[in-house]
Nanobody, 125 residues
Framework: QVQLVESGGGLVQAGGSLRLSCAAS????????MGWFRQAPGKEREFVAA????????YYADSVKGRGTISRDNAKNTVYLQMSSLKPEDTAVYYC??????????????????WGPGTQVTVSS
């Protein structure tokens, strides 16, 4: 089985930056695409970013493109999300997701089999 644990969330001022991390257990990390999703109170879960197995392919939601960077370190079984120029509308619980082995990175939640418990990001104005 795969266990995902996010960290790095917290309270930040608008215009600030934050780096989220997701540590994965198991021996199949490098075979999986990884993604980040978020959910704000009263809203549906939405796609944020995704990265392929070798990091050659990345995708970003329009809302974070230019402000967010997804990366991974397969040697450390860790995926990251760097966010800058944060806005109050970025406030949400951020979830790390692991895709099916050898599948392609995409923005659809059905691609992902494993989810972390989430980490809260709050951006104040």
């Amino acid at each position: 089985q795969v266990q995902l644990v996010e960290s790095g969330g917290g309270l930040v001022q608008a215009g600030g930056s934050l780096r989220l991390s997701c540590a994965a257990s198991g021996r199949t990390f490098s075979s999986r695409p990884m993604g980040w999703f978020r959910q704000a109170p009263g809203k549906e879960r939405e796609f944020v970013a995704a990265i392929g197995r070798s990091a050659m392919i990345t995708y970003y939601a329009d809302s974070v493109k230019g402000r967010g960077t997804i990366s991974r370190d397969n040697a450390k079984n860790t995926v990251y999300l760097q966010m800058s120029s944060l806005k109050p509308e970025d406030t949400a619980v951020y979830y790390c997701a692991g895709g099916k082995p050898y599948s392609s990175a995409d923005r659809h939640p059905s691609t992902y089999d494993y989810w972390g418990p989430g980490t809260q990001v709050t951006v104040s104005s």
